[in-house]
T-cell receptor, first 111, second 113 residues
Framework: EPEVTQTPSHQVTQMGQEVILRCVPI?????FYWYRQILGQKVEFLVS????????KSEIFDDRFSVERPDGSNFTLKIRSTKLEDSAMYFC?????????FGDGTRLSIL | AQSVTQPDIHITVSEGASLELRCNYS??????LFWYVQSPGQGLQLLLK??????LVQGIKGFEAEFKRSQSSFNLRKPSVHWSDAAEYFC???????????FGAGTRLTVKP
């Protein structure tokens, strides 16, 4: 069964630096998402992406965050000027027509 | 926007006992409802989903859930819990336009031998 893949599995970054989290969605999917889960807390929606543009974003997704689908396969989340509170597990998801399929996540640690 | 409440933060059941995890949602239209399971350090695995039709839906690993519109609920059940079911369970509600899902806070399930 096709899967959503995320790389790296763990990313350690110094505070203030930029980080890019990568995702390869399932190939025929059209809708792409990023979610965040701070340790021990619930999964929070960040952004949805369709037809090469953001369709919805949450209040967490401030102007330090951006998403891109640079080619036909990758879907990236960039965080600029990282803060300690960005430390979390970040999940990518994709769908053709619900439900969303999730990757295994990237654990982001900001030092 | 849609929202989900999972009233139980942590539930402990004995192996072989029955299980019910509660989920209440808020959404103005017909919701898309989901249950996901997350084992420690893992991603989210879909257990089951409800879109329309039969309000009792069957999922993987012997789980089922029942949609009750009058109670705005979508509780997850399993007749006999196995030790491997210990995990975090998330209920989620989605819109029908493939936009974002909203997750509940999760219920952590502990299974006693």
């Amino acid at each position: 069964e096709p899967e959503v893949t995320q790389t790296p599995s763990h990313q350690v970054t110094q505070m203030g630096q930029e980080v890019i989290l990568r995702c390869v969605p399932i190939s025929n999917h059209l809708y792409f998402y990023w979610y965040r889960q701070i340790l021990g807390q619930k999964v929070e929606f960040l952004v949805s992406f369709y037809n090469n543009e953001i369709s919805e974003k949450s209040e967490i997704f401030d102007d330090r965050f951006s998403v891109e689908r640079p080619d036909g396969s990758n879907f990236t989340l960039k965080i600029r000027s990282t803060k300690l509170e960005d430390s979390a597990m970040y999940f990518c998801a994709s769908t053709y027509n619900q439900p969303q399929h999730f990757g295994d996540g990237t654990r982001l640690s900001i030092l | 926007a849609q929202s989900v409440t999972q009233p139980d933060i942590h539930i402990t059941v004995s192996e072989g006992a029955s299980l019910e995890l509660r989920c209440n949602y808020s959404y103005g239209a017909t919701p898309y409802l989901f249950w996901y399971v997350q084992s420690p350090g893992q991603g989210l695995q879909l257990l089951l989903k409800y879109f329309s039709g039969d309000t009792l839906v069957q999922g993987i690993k012997g789980f089922e859930a029942e949609f009750k519109r009058s109670q705005s609920s979508f509780n997850l059940r399993k007749p006999s819990v196995h030790w491997s079911d210990a995990a975090e369970y998330f209920c989620a509600v989605g819109a029908d336009n493939n936009n974002d899902m909203r997750f509940g806070a999760g219920t952590r399930l502990t299974v006693k031998p």
